[in-house]
């Protein structure tokens, strides 16, 4: 889901950053870098005038989505380095931003838990809850643990991302791709992209087992 939101962030950012990059006279990789991560901050600022998503709209509320984007328009970066590519040069930045991620995984794992033990509960009272019961409790626990870290999160965090540039007519250099990368996507999140898919991964291995993903217990349906 956050990756979703990361790419439509990115989008709407190409045409104007396109813009600024491909002036008449050659610029030198860190200033190129620099006009593209302020565009991209430029960009994440409009889209918090503009309304949820409708595709993931179920899983966050339109007061977290503005609080996401927000933060993520608020980080600061320092270029570290440069080195020659075959065909442009890669840009090192570390990006500084809001950690997200580990507030959210804290409540976020203690919330599925209780999830789990609740409906195992209940199954074994022989009432199992639905699908889509078990859906919209996930939700709901996302939901509220995602407000909880956006709001309370405080303690930043540095990510070193590589921003690729390419070299064209007249040495010109521009990124290599104007949709950010998966590094820097998960920078703008405060952590979230990356770490959402690796508990995605792991709660989707256990789900399958019938597990506890806090504990790791399994269950096999027979009491």
């Known amino acids: 889901m956050i990756q979703r939101v990361m790419k439509a962030v990115s989008l709407v950012c190409v045409g104007m950053v396109a813009l600024g990059l491909t002036a008449c006279f ?52 320092e270029i570290t380095g440069t080195t020659d590519t075959e065909d442009g040069v890669d840009v090192s930045v570390r990006i500084s931003n809001v950690d997200l991620m580990q507030p959210f995984s804290e409540d976020f794992k ?27 409790r996930t939700q709901e626990a996302f939901a509220h643990s995602l407000d909880a870290a956006v709001q309370n999160a405080s303690d930043t965090k540095d990510y070193d991302v590589v921003i690729p540039l390419v070299r064209g007519d007249f040495g010109v250099l521009t990124p290599r791709q104007l949709e950010p990368g998966q590094d820097l996507a998960n920078a703008l999140s405060g952590g979230l992209l990356q770490g959402l898919q690796e508990f995605t991964e792991k709660l989707g291995a256990q789900s399958s087992q019938g597990g506890d993903p806090e504990s790791g217990s399994t269950y096999d349906g027979t009491k």
Do not use: C, D
């Open 26 to 77: 050659p610029l030198s990789p860190e200033a190129v870098t620099k006009t593209y991560l302020e565009g991209v901050k430029s960009e994440i600022t409009k889209l918090e005038n503009q309304p949820v998503p409708e595709e993931f709209s179920a899983w966050i509320s339109e007061q977290e989505y503005k609080a996401i984007l927000e933060r993520g328009s608020n980080f600061e970066y």
């Open 110 to 136: 203690e919330a599925i838990s209780q999830l789990f033990k609740q409906a195992f509960s209940e199954s074994f009272a022989g009432n199992p809850p639905s699908s889509e019961e078990m859906t919209k």
